[in-house]
């Protein structure tokens, strides 16, 4: 299955409940500012933020031809349109090499998941790779990290649980540098986006590599759970304003009906998407590519 397949099989509960609903929209007698309202509504049970869904609302506005707000794909195509451009609103930076992904988020999203699942998808482009075991926290964390290392066949620095996480990435930055390494991706213990502690840490963090490894390209990516919808968002950009974010890791797809909470991060914040995980299996990463999310979402 080719990756707009697995995509559109992940969105599949987010187009239905869009679809569906779009369908019982255009078979109404209605027009004017009470279409335009229902659409709306549509727009925000798909979890699209209200700025943004008010947004893309009056866009339809502007461009519709009267005559046709009853074409269904007219409108559609539109609406496909005015979302794309929206997610394009935040460029998608290139990655270039050597570099150093730091993976942020809350607990549960599936950082280590994706961890294996980057550096698979690295490999697999030639790049060597070393992984940073920065969780110290969680019991076991580098053990997780350690099977997912090896299923990659990649390096792994680790230090023993309870040890400084800025510890871990100083080590894993000069290992790297010594062995000109083409991709350090170093995974962090799930904090709350409320403690304002544990955010301090990952200031930290941020720090080394900055200090230690300026001649790398450092990226800074929220994984966030696309189940959570809208509390995403709010996740967003708490870990934004402590790291700077470059961009967002997507998991868990295939278990929403709400994926329209993408248009927020991108419209709201202008933070990408730059990958999205489409399955279980260790290749089931890829980049995020708006044209397709559209397609698969409207």
């Given at each position: ?46 979890d699209v933020s209200v700025t943004m869904a ?245």
């Amino acid at each position: 299955m080719g990756l707009f397949g697995k995509l559109f099989a992940a969105l599949k509960k987010t187009k239905d409940n869009v679809a569906t609903k779009l369908r019982m929209l255009f078979s109404k007698n209605k027009l004017g500012d009470e279409f335009y309202d229902e659409l709306e509504e549509i727009l925000i049970g798909a979890d699209v933020s209200v700025t943004m869904a008010e947004e893309v609302v009056e866009q339809v506005k502007a461009e519709a031809i009267d005559g046709r707000i009853k074409d269904g794909d007219f409108v559609t195509d539109l609406l496909k349109d005015i979302m794309q451009d929206i997610l394009d609103e935040a460029p998608m930076p290139e990655i270039n090499y050597p570099c150093v992904i730091m993976l942020v988020g809350v607990n549960g999203v599936g950082k280590t998941t994706t961890i294996g699942k980057l550096a698979h998808y690295f490999t697999a482009k030639k790049k060597s790779v070393t992984v940073a075991a920065a969780d110290t926290f969680r019991a076991a964390a580098s053990d997780q990290l350690s099977v997912w290392a090896d299923r990659a066949k990649v390096r792994i620095v680790k230090h023993e649980e309870g040890s400084d996480p800025s510890a871990v990435v100083y080590d894993a930055v000069s290992s790297a540098k010594a062995k000109k390494t083409d991709v350090v991706i170093i995974d962090t213990a799930g904090r709350l986006h409320v403690k304002d502690n544990l955010m301090n840490e990952l200031k930290k963090m941020n720090r080394v590599v900055e200090r230690e490894y300026p001649e790398a390209s450092f990226y800074k990516f929220l994984v966030l759970d696309a189940t959570t919808g809208q509390n995403a968002v709010s996740q967003a950009r708490a870990f934004d304003g402590a790291v700077d974010l470059d961009g967002i890791v997507l998991t868990k797809l295939d278990g929403t009906a709400k994926g329209g909470f993408v248009i927020s991060l991108c419209g709201d914040l202008h933070i990408p998407v730059i990958f999205v995980g489409t399955g279980e299996k260790m290749e089931d990463i890829a980049l995020f590519n708006s044209e397709e999310f559209v397609e698969a979402i409207l």
